[in-house]
């Protein structure tokens, strides 16, 4: 019993340490197709994820900047009107709710 309380234990951490290394390379630009109007127009939606915390979301001509930071798996972004919340699915890929529907971000440089 006590045995598979330390490997759970253990295993919870390297989940831990996975999701912090996946933290270190969320820097960078991803650029993902964002539907609007009920999905008659799509556009492309870039994120750009700074080192010290600064983020630039660029959509539709205009460039909006914020900060962010990582709850786990979850990226929070904070602008000044709104909040949008990203999904690490690995080191290449982010999703988030964007306009009501779901946006695979992938990154680009």
Known sequence: M?????????VALVGTMMLAGCGKSISGVYVGQVA???GLAKADFT???SPNGSVFVRALGQEHAG???IEGN?????MPRETEVFTIVDD????ALIQNGATTFKKQR
């Open 47 to 49: 994120v750009e994820f």
């Open 67 to 69: 900060k962010y930071h």
């Open 74 to 78: 979850r990226i929070i972004v904070e």
């Open 2 to 10: 006590q045995i598979l309380r330390t490997i759970s234990a253990i």
């Open 36 to 38: 609007f109007g009920g």
């Open 92 to 95: 290449e890929t982010l999703t």
